[in-house]
Protein backbone atom coordinates (compact mmCIF):
# COMPACT_ATOMS: atom_id res chain seq x y z
CA UNK A 1 0.00 0.00 0.00
CA UNK A 2 0.95 3.27 -0.59
CA UNK A 3 0.28 6.30 1.26
CA UNK A 4 2.06 8.93 -0.32
CA UNK A 5 -0.85 10.91 -1.76
CA UNK A 6 -1.83 10.87 1.89
CA UNK A 7 0.66 12.22 3.43
CA UNK A 8 0.05 15.81 4.62
CA UNK A 9 -3.50 15.60 4.27
CA UNK A 10 -5.71 15.91 7.37
CA UNK A 11 -7.06 12.54 8.67
CA UNK A 12 -10.90 13.40 8.18
CA UNK A 13 -10.04 14.25 4.46
CA UNK A 14 -8.70 10.88 3.81
CA UNK A 15 -8.28 10.00 0.26
CA UNK A 16 -11.31 7.41 0.73
CA UNK A 17 -13.83 6.80 -1.79
CA UNK A 18 -17.01 4.21 -2.16
CA UNK A 19 -16.70 0.60 -2.40
CA UNK A 20 -16.88 -0.53 -5.75
CA UNK A 21 -17.03 -4.18 -7.59
CA UNK A 22 -13.36 -5.07 -6.82
CA UNK A 23 -14.67 -7.63 -4.12
CA UNK A 24 -17.63 -9.94 -3.41
CA UNK A 25 -18.71 -9.21 0.04
CA UNK A 26 -21.72 -11.73 -0.37
CA UNK A 27 -19.08 -14.45 -1.18
CA UNK A 28 -19.33 -17.51 1.17
CA UNK A 29 -15.77 -19.18 2.15
CA UNK A 30 -16.17 -22.93 1.66
CA UNK A 31 -12.77 -25.21 1.76
CA UNK A 32 -12.18 -27.80 -0.32
CA UNK A 33 -16.19 -28.07 -1.05
CA UNK A 34 -17.02 -29.32 2.32
CA UNK A 35 -15.12 -26.81 5.11
CA UNK A 36 -17.78 -24.20 6.11
CA UNK A 37 -16.17 -21.16 7.36
CA UNK A 38 -17.78 -18.48 8.72
CA UNK A 39 -16.67 -14.99 7.42
CA UNK A 40 -19.34 -13.01 8.51
CA UNK A 41 -21.03 -12.95 12.01
CA UNK A 42 -22.65 -11.06 14.99
CA UNK A 43 -20.22 -8.47 16.62
CA UNK A 44 -19.33 -9.74 20.16
CA UNK A 45 -20.56 -8.06 22.86
CA UNK A 46 -17.87 -5.94 24.04
CA UNK A 47 -18.06 -4.09 20.16
CA UNK A 48 -21.48 -2.87 20.61
CA UNK A 49 -22.15 0.61 19.68
CA UNK A 50 -18.79 0.44 17.57
CA UNK A 51 -19.58 -2.24 15.11
CA UNK A 52 -22.64 -4.42 14.66
CA UNK A 53 -21.71 -7.33 12.39
CA UNK A 54 -17.72 -8.89 11.85
CA UNK A 55 -16.74 -9.69 8.86
CA UNK A 56 -12.98 -11.64 7.65
CA UNK A 57 -10.60 -9.73 5.41
CA UNK A 58 -11.45 -12.95 2.77
CA UNK A 59 -14.38 -11.00 2.16
CA UNK A 60 -13.02 -7.51 0.75
CA UNK A 61 -10.62 -9.25 -1.69
CA UNK A 62 -10.85 -9.18 -5.41
CA UNK A 63 -12.47 -12.97 -6.66
CA UNK A 64 -9.45 -14.34 -8.23
CA UNK A 65 -7.38 -13.85 -4.52
CA UNK A 66 -11.04 -15.29 -2.62
CA UNK A 67 -11.10 -18.63 -4.89
CA UNK A 68 -7.25 -19.27 -4.36
CA UNK A 69 -8.24 -20.02 -0.59
CA UNK A 70 -11.03 -22.29 -1.57
CA UNK A 71 -9.29 -25.05 -2.20
CA UNK A 72 -5.88 -26.37 -0.56
CA UNK A 73 -4.19 -26.86 -3.91
CA UNK A 74 -4.08 -23.12 -4.59
CA UNK A 75 -3.44 -21.92 -1.54
CA UNK A 76 0.33 -21.15 -1.57
CA UNK A 77 0.14 -21.17 2.53
CA UNK A 78 -0.33 -24.75 2.26
CA UNK A 79 3.25 -25.22 1.66
CA UNK A 80 4.54 -23.82 4.20
CA UNK A 81 1.76 -25.89 6.72
CA UNK A 82 3.36 -29.39 5.14
CA UNK A 83 6.58 -27.73 5.68
CA UNK A 84 5.74 -27.49 9.16
CA UNK A 85 4.70 -30.80 9.87
CA UNK A 86 7.96 -32.08 9.25
CA UNK A 87 9.40 -30.03 11.48
CA UNK A 88 6.41 -30.60 14.41
CA UNK A 89 7.95 -34.78 14.39
CA UNK A 90 11.54 -33.29 13.71
CA UNK A 91 13.81 -34.04 17.09
CA UNK A 92 15.86 -31.02 18.12
CA UNK A 93 17.82 -29.26 20.73
CA UNK A 94 19.29 -30.97 24.44
CA UNK A 95 16.28 -33.38 25.37
CA UNK A 96 15.89 -34.72 21.52
CA UNK A 97 12.56 -34.55 22.03
CA UNK A 98 9.95 -33.16 18.57
CA UNK A 99 6.57 -31.12 19.00
CA UNK A 100 5.13 -34.77 18.42
CA UNK A 101 6.38 -36.41 21.58
CA UNK A 102 4.76 -34.27 23.80
CA UNK A 103 2.13 -33.41 21.57
CA UNK A 104 0.97 -36.33 19.50
CA UNK A 105 -0.51 -35.36 16.10
CA UNK A 106 -0.72 -32.00 15.06
CA UNK A 107 -4.55 -32.56 14.36
CA UNK A 108 -4.39 -33.27 18.18
CA UNK A 109 -3.87 -29.39 18.94
CA UNK A 110 -7.38 -28.65 17.38
CA UNK A 111 -9.58 -25.79 19.36
CA UNK A 112 -5.89 -24.01 20.73
CA UNK A 113 -5.40 -21.68 18.07
CA UNK A 114 -8.82 -19.86 18.57
CA UNK A 115 -8.25 -19.02 22.10
CA UNK A 116 -5.07 -17.44 21.76
CA UNK A 117 -3.61 -15.50 22.40
CA UNK A 118 -4.13 -16.50 26.35
CA UNK A 119 -3.83 -16.09 29.57
CA UNK A 120 -0.59 -18.59 31.06
CA UNK A 121 -0.88 -18.99 34.87
CA UNK A 122 2.66 -20.12 35.75
CA UNK A 123 4.34 -17.45 33.67
CA UNK A 124 2.00 -14.84 35.19
CA UNK A 125 1.16 -13.30 31.31
CA UNK A 126 -0.30 -13.32 28.17
CA UNK A 127 1.09 -15.48 25.82
CA UNK A 128 0.70 -15.33 22.16
CA UNK A 129 0.92 -19.08 20.23
CA UNK A 130 4.53 -18.08 18.73
CA UNK A 131 5.47 -17.71 22.74
CA UNK A 132 4.48 -20.53 23.51
CA UNK A 133 5.67 -22.57 20.99
CA UNK A 134 9.35 -20.80 22.05
CA UNK A 135 8.63 -21.78 25.34
CA UNK A 136 8.31 -25.60 24.65
CA UNK A 137 11.30 -24.85 22.46
CA UNK A 138 13.71 -23.24 24.88
CA UNK A 139 12.55 -24.74 28.28
CA UNK A 140 11.04 -28.71 27.38
CA UNK A 141 13.46 -29.05 23.97
CA UNK A 142 16.51 -27.08 24.83
CA UNK A 143 16.16 -25.55 21.11
CA UNK A 144 16.99 -22.68 19.81
CA UNK A 145 13.85 -20.01 19.70
CA UNK A 146 12.67 -18.99 16.84
CA UNK A 147 12.58 -15.67 15.42
CA UNK A 148 9.49 -13.72 16.27
CA UNK A 149 7.37 -14.12 12.89
CA UNK A 150 9.98 -15.35 10.96
CA UNK A 151 9.56 -18.21 8.56
CA UNK A 152 9.82 -21.53 10.92
CA UNK A 153 7.83 -19.55 13.73
CA UNK A 154 4.88 -18.27 11.08
CA UNK A 155 5.01 -21.99 9.71
CA UNK A 156 4.44 -23.55 12.59
CA UNK A 157 1.79 -21.04 13.76
CA UNK A 158 0.05 -22.35 10.28
CA UNK A 159 0.50 -25.38 11.04
CA UNK A 160 -1.50 -25.01 14.21
CA UNK A 161 -4.20 -22.65 12.54
CA UNK A 162 -5.08 -25.00 9.75
CA UNK A 163 -5.97 -27.90 12.30
CA UNK A 164 -8.52 -25.52 13.87
CA UNK A 165 -9.58 -23.87 10.72
CA UNK A 166 -13.69 -23.48 11.11
CA UNK A 167 -13.43 -23.74 14.91
CA UNK A 168 -14.77 -19.80 16.32
CA UNK A 169 -12.02 -17.69 17.01
CA UNK A 170 -13.09 -17.24 21.25
CA UNK A 171 -9.86 -15.03 23.34
CA UNK A 172 -11.50 -14.36 26.81
CA UNK A 173 -11.99 -10.31 27.51
CA UNK A 174 -12.31 -10.95 31.37
CA UNK A 175 -10.45 -12.60 33.61
CA UNK A 176 -6.41 -12.33 34.51
CA UNK A 177 -5.22 -11.40 31.14
CA UNK A 178 -7.80 -8.15 31.11
CA UNK A 179 -5.86 -5.57 31.97
CA UNK A 180 -3.74 -6.53 28.80
CA UNK A 181 -6.83 -6.60 26.82
CA UNK A 182 -7.10 -3.16 27.75
CA UNK A 183 -3.78 -1.93 27.05
CA UNK A 184 -4.70 -3.38 23.64
CA UNK A 185 -8.08 -1.58 23.09
CA UNK A 186 -6.39 1.67 24.08
CA UNK A 187 -3.56 1.33 21.52
CA UNK A 188 -6.43 0.41 18.87
CA UNK A 189 -8.13 3.66 19.78
CA UNK A 190 -5.24 5.64 19.78
CA UNK A 191 -4.15 8.14 17.33
CA UNK A 192 -0.48 8.15 16.27
CA UNK A 193 1.96 9.70 13.23
CA UNK A 194 1.94 12.17 11.24
CA UNK A 195 -1.31 11.27 9.65
CA UNK A 196 -2.68 11.39 13.49
CA UNK A 197 -4.51 7.67 12.79
CA UNK A 198 -5.65 5.07 14.72
CA UNK A 199 -6.24 1.74 13.98
CA UNK A 200 -10.07 2.54 14.54
CA UNK A 201 -9.94 5.66 11.98
CA UNK A 202 -9.60 2.75 8.99
CA UNK A 203 -10.49 -0.35 10.27
CA UNK A 204 -13.59 0.52 12.41
CA UNK A 205 -14.85 3.69 10.54
CA UNK A 206 -13.86 3.48 6.84
CA UNK A 207 -13.74 -0.59 6.10
CA UNK A 208 -15.76 -1.05 3.02
CA UNK A 209 -14.53 1.81 1.22
CA UNK A 210 -11.17 2.21 -1.03
CA UNK A 211 -8.32 3.60 0.33
CA UNK A 212 -6.45 4.33 -3.27
CA UNK A 213 -6.68 0.85 -4.75
CA UNK A 214 -7.20 -0.99 -1.29
CA UNK A 215 -10.56 -2.42 0.07
CA UNK A 216 -10.11 -1.52 3.50
CA UNK A 217 -11.25 -4.79 5.74
CA UNK A 218 -12.25 -4.52 9.58
CA UNK A 219 -8.38 -5.46 9.58
CA UNK A 220 -9.39 -8.86 11.36
CA UNK A 221 -6.91 -11.58 12.51
CA UNK A 222 -8.86 -14.44 12.17
CA UNK A 223 -7.27 -15.33 8.98
CA UNK A 224 -3.49 -15.40 9.91
CA UNK A 225 -0.82 -16.23 9.21
CA UNK A 226 -1.83 -15.11 5.97
CA UNK A 227 0.04 -15.24 2.54
CA UNK A 228 0.39 -12.33 0.73
CA UNK A 229 0.45 -12.09 -3.24
CA UNK A 230 2.67 -9.17 -2.50
CA UNK A 231 5.67 -10.44 -0.88
CA UNK A 232 4.95 -14.19 -1.36
CA UNK A 233 5.71 -15.70 1.80
CA UNK A 234 3.44 -16.29 4.63
CA UNK A 235 2.84 -13.44 6.95
CA UNK A 236 2.77 -12.99 10.92
CA UNK A 237 0.23 -10.50 12.76
CA UNK A 238 3.09 -8.68 14.38
CA UNK A 239 4.25 -7.57 11.18
CA UNK A 240 1.10 -6.91 9.32
CA UNK A 241 0.78 -4.06 12.42
CA UNK A 242 4.13 -2.98 11.86
CA UNK A 243 2.94 -2.29 8.28
CA UNK A 244 -0.05 -0.22 9.12
CA UNK A 245 1.51 1.38 11.99
CA UNK A 246 4.60 2.67 9.66
CA UNK A 247 1.47 3.82 6.80
CA UNK A 248 0.54 6.62 9.62
CA UNK A 249 4.07 7.70 9.81
CA UNK A 250 4.42 6.58 13.50
CA UNK A 251 6.92 4.89 15.16
CA UNK A 252 6.00 1.07 15.38
CA UNK A 253 6.32 -1.21 17.93
CA UNK A 254 8.41 -4.75 17.35
CA UNK A 255 6.90 -8.19 16.59
CA UNK A 256 7.12 -10.16 19.94
CA UNK A 257 7.01 -6.63 22.10
CA UNK A 258 4.59 -6.45 25.17
CA UNK A 259 2.44 -3.88 22.98
CA UNK A 260 1.82 -5.91 20.07
CA UNK A 261 1.01 -8.76 22.08
CA UNK A 262 -1.62 -6.90 23.66
CA UNK A 263 -2.65 -5.64 20.42
CA UNK A 264 -2.75 -9.10 19.32
CA UNK A 265 -5.34 -10.14 22.05
CA UNK A 266 -7.37 -7.09 21.73
CA UNK A 267 -7.88 -7.77 17.89
CA UNK A 268 -8.23 -11.21 17.85
CA UNK A 269 -10.98 -10.84 20.45
CA UNK A 270 -12.61 -8.30 17.84
CA UNK A 271 -12.94 -11.51 15.57
CA UNK A 272 -14.54 -13.42 18.37
CA UNK A 273 -17.62 -15.64 16.48
CA UNK A 274 -15.23 -15.32 12.60
CA UNK A 275 -14.00 -18.80 12.00
CA UNK A 276 -10.22 -19.80 12.07
CA UNK A 277 -9.01 -19.64 8.54
CA UNK A 278 -5.05 -19.57 8.59
CA UNK A 279 -3.53 -19.70 6.13
CA UNK A 280 -4.89 -17.16 4.18
CA UNK A 281 -4.40 -15.58 1.32
CA UNK A 282 -4.42 -11.82 0.82
CA UNK A 283 -3.17 -9.46 -1.70
C1 LIG B 1 8.86 -32.22 26.38
C2 LIG B 1 7.47 -32.02 26.05
C3 LIG B 1 7.12 -30.92 25.07
C4 LIG B 1 7.66 -30.68 23.83
C5 LIG B 1 8.80 -31.40 23.16
C6 LIG B 1 6.90 -29.60 23.27
N1 LIG B 1 5.94 -29.19 24.13
FE1 LIG B 1 4.50 -27.82 23.78
N2 LIG B 1 3.79 -28.06 25.69
C7 LIG B 1 4.28 -28.95 26.61
C8 LIG B 1 3.56 -28.77 27.87
C9 LIG B 1 3.79 -29.54 29.15
C10 LIG B 1 2.62 -27.72 27.64
C11 LIG B 1 1.67 -27.08 28.65
C12 LIG B 1 2.54 -26.05 29.34
C13 LIG B 1 1.92 -24.78 29.82
O1 LIG B 1 0.69 -24.62 29.77
O2 LIG B 1 2.70 -23.90 30.23
C14 LIG B 1 2.78 -27.33 26.26
C15 LIG B 1 2.01 -26.37 25.64
C16 LIG B 1 2.04 -26.09 24.28
C17 LIG B 1 1.10 -25.25 23.59
C18 LIG B 1 -0.12 -24.56 24.21
C19 LIG B 1 -1.28 -25.52 24.29
C20 LIG B 1 -2.52 -24.90 24.90
O3 LIG B 1 -3.51 -25.64 25.04
O4 LIG B 1 -2.53 -23.71 25.23
C21 LIG B 1 1.50 -25.18 22.29
C22 LIG B 1 0.81 -24.40 21.16
C23 LIG B 1 2.70 -25.96 22.17
N3 LIG B 1 2.98 -26.52 23.39
C24 LIG B 1 3.42 -26.12 21.00
C25 LIG B 1 4.58 -26.86 20.90
C26 LIG B 1 5.39 -26.93 19.70
C27 LIG B 1 5.09 -26.21 18.40
C28 LIG B 1 6.43 -27.75 19.99
C29 LIG B 1 7.58 -28.12 19.09
C30 LIG B 1 8.34 -26.99 18.52
C31 LIG B 1 6.27 -28.19 21.36
N4 LIG B 1 5.16 -27.62 21.89
C32 LIG B 1 7.13 -29.06 22.02
C33 LIG B 1 5.26 -29.89 26.39
C34 LIG B 1 6.04 -29.98 25.25
C1 LIG C 1 -4.41 4.36 6.93
C2 LIG C 1 -5.32 3.26 7.13
C3 LIG C 1 -4.91 2.13 8.07
C4 LIG C 1 -4.60 2.21 9.41
C5 LIG C 1 -4.52 3.44 10.28
C6 LIG C 1 -4.38 0.85 9.84
N1 LIG C 1 -4.52 -0.02 8.79
FE1 LIG C 1 -4.53 -2.04 8.88
N2 LIG C 1 -4.77 -2.14 6.87
C7 LIG C 1 -4.94 -1.06 6.03
C8 LIG C 1 -5.07 -1.54 4.67
C9 LIG C 1 -5.28 -0.66 3.43
C10 LIG C 1 -4.97 -2.93 4.72
C11 LIG C 1 -5.04 -3.92 3.54
C12 LIG C 1 -6.50 -4.10 3.14
C13 LIG C 1 -7.31 -4.67 4.27
O1 LIG C 1 -7.26 -5.88 4.55
O2 LIG C 1 -7.98 -3.87 4.98
C14 LIG C 1 -4.82 -3.29 6.12
C15 LIG C 1 -4.74 -4.59 6.60
C16 LIG C 1 -4.74 -4.94 7.94
C17 LIG C 1 -4.81 -6.29 8.44
C18 LIG C 1 -4.90 -7.55 7.60
C19 LIG C 1 -6.33 -8.05 7.51
C20 LIG C 1 -6.47 -9.33 6.75
O3 LIG C 1 -7.58 -9.88 6.73
O4 LIG C 1 -5.50 -9.83 6.18
C21 LIG C 1 -4.75 -6.20 9.80
C22 LIG C 1 -4.78 -7.37 10.78
C23 LIG C 1 -4.65 -4.81 10.15
N3 LIG C 1 -4.65 -4.06 9.00
C24 LIG C 1 -4.57 -4.33 11.45
C25 LIG C 1 -4.37 -2.98 11.77
C26 LIG C 1 -4.13 -2.51 13.13
C27 LIG C 1 -4.10 -3.36 14.37
C28 LIG C 1 -3.95 -1.15 13.02
C29 LIG C 1 -3.57 -0.17 14.12
C30 LIG C 1 -2.27 -0.39 14.70
C31 LIG C 1 -4.11 -0.80 11.62
N4 LIG C 1 -4.34 -1.93 10.89
C32 LIG C 1 -4.05 0.50 11.13
C33 LIG C 1 -5.00 0.25 6.41
C34 LIG C 1 -4.83 0.73 7.69
Given at each position: MKMKLLHGIAAAALALGAGTAMADEDAELVINGD??????TDAPAHLEGAVGEIMSGWRFRDSTTQVMQMDDFDNPGMIFVDDARDMWATAEGSEGKSCMDC??????????????PKWNEAAGEVRTLQMQMNDCRENRMGAETWKYDAGDAVAMEALLASVSRGMPVNVATDGPGQSTWEQGKELYYTRTGQLDLSCASC?????????RADHLSQGQVNGFPTYRLKNTKLNGIHSRFKGCVRDTRAETFSAGSPEFVALEMYVASRGNGLSVEGPSVRN
Amino acid sequence: MKMKLLHGIAAAALALGAGTAMADEDAELVINGDLEIVTKTDAPAHLEGAVGEIMSGWRFRDSTTQVMQMDDFDNPGMIFVDDARDMWATAEGSEGKSCMDCHGEPEDMAGVKPVYPKWNEAAGEVRTLQMQMNDCRENRMGAETWKYDAGDAVAMEALLASVSRGMPVNVATDGPGQSTWEQGKELYYTRTGQLDLSCASCHELNYGNMIRADHLSQGQVNGFPTYRLKNTKLNGIHSRFKGCVRDTRAETFSAGSPEFVALEMYVASRGNGLSVEGPSVRN
